[in-house]
């Protein structure tokens, strides 16, 4: 199967990947982006590492039926254990897991990050934990996207090594996005605080401390949104 095409998402997580770089993809269940990036005459070579069997069975099958499999190494391995320093990675990418997960697997082979160059990382949710981890072990974050795709919104966050101070309201919206405020950043912000107002609508009002704290989330949102008003 060709993977000439890949998902939104994907290509603008690809779009961070610097030319000519090595990657290890962390969860590459199909290998379409490692496929994808080689394709593309972006990367020459990569490690897709995958921790179920099945998935990683059908990454084997599409690296070899592209004819990858002297570019693409597949590994079954669980995280940061499916490289060592001798495969010179220069970038990670880890996307379409929890922000939680994905700072788990960084945390848990942390010793072995001080080769890398980038992160790249696509959380499906609780992206300021994420942005917390990478801040809290000499990480900063160097660039960051949006992206809608089928109704959902994606953050791609880029990390690279140095230090970085991030407040409550940076961690939660992000320093780029957060300041950039783009059209898509104030449609995904605006749709968070529909559903958070109406989440609380159904909160009880006896359950105060539930309300309080559903409130605050809600005026954090829209002290963001009118701050570029
Ligand atoms: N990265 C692809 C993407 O963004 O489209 C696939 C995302 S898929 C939802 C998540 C994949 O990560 C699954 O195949 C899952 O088995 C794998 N995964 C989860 N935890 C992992 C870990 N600790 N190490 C390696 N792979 C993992």
Redesign the pocket.
């Known amino acids: 199967m060709q993977v000439k095409n890949i998902s939104k998402r ?1 290509e603008k997580v690809a779009s961070f990947v610097p030319q000519g770089d090595k990657i290890l ?5 199909h290998a ?2 490692p496929i994808y990036l080689i394709q593309q005459g972006r990367i020459v070579s990569a490690v897709a ?4 069997e099945g ?1 990683y069975q059908s990454a084997v099958a599409n690296v070899r039926d592209n004819g990858l499999s002297d570019k693409i190494s597949v590994r079954l ?3 940061l254990a499916a490289f060592d320093v001798g495969d010179q990675i220069d970038d990670i990418v880890i ?3 929890g922000g939680r ?1 994905i700072a788990d ?1 960084l945390e848990r082979g942390s010793t072995k990050l001080a080769s890398v160059r980038r992160l790249i990382l ?1 959380p499906n949710n609780r992206e300021d934990e994420l942005r917390r981890w990478l801040c809290g072990h000499d990480f900063q974050i160097i660039k960051e996207a949006l992206v809608e795709e089928n109704g959902k919104f994606y953050e791609i966050i880029i990390a690279e090594q140095g230090k970085q101070v991030l407040n409550a309201d940076q961690e939660r919206f992000g320093p780029y996005l957060m300041r950039e405020q783009s059209t898509i950043f104030r449609d995904r912000w605006r749709w968070e605080a529909d559903k958070l107002e109406k989440a609380l609508a159904k909160i009880p009002e006896k359950n105060l401390a539930e309300r309080s704290a559903m409130s605050q989330k809600i005026k954090q949102i829209k002290e963001v949104l009118h701050a570029s008003e």
């Open positions: 994907l993809d962390v969860g590459s269940d379409y982006l590492g995958e921790v179920v998935p391995a669980n995280g996307a379409g897991m997960l697997i696509q």
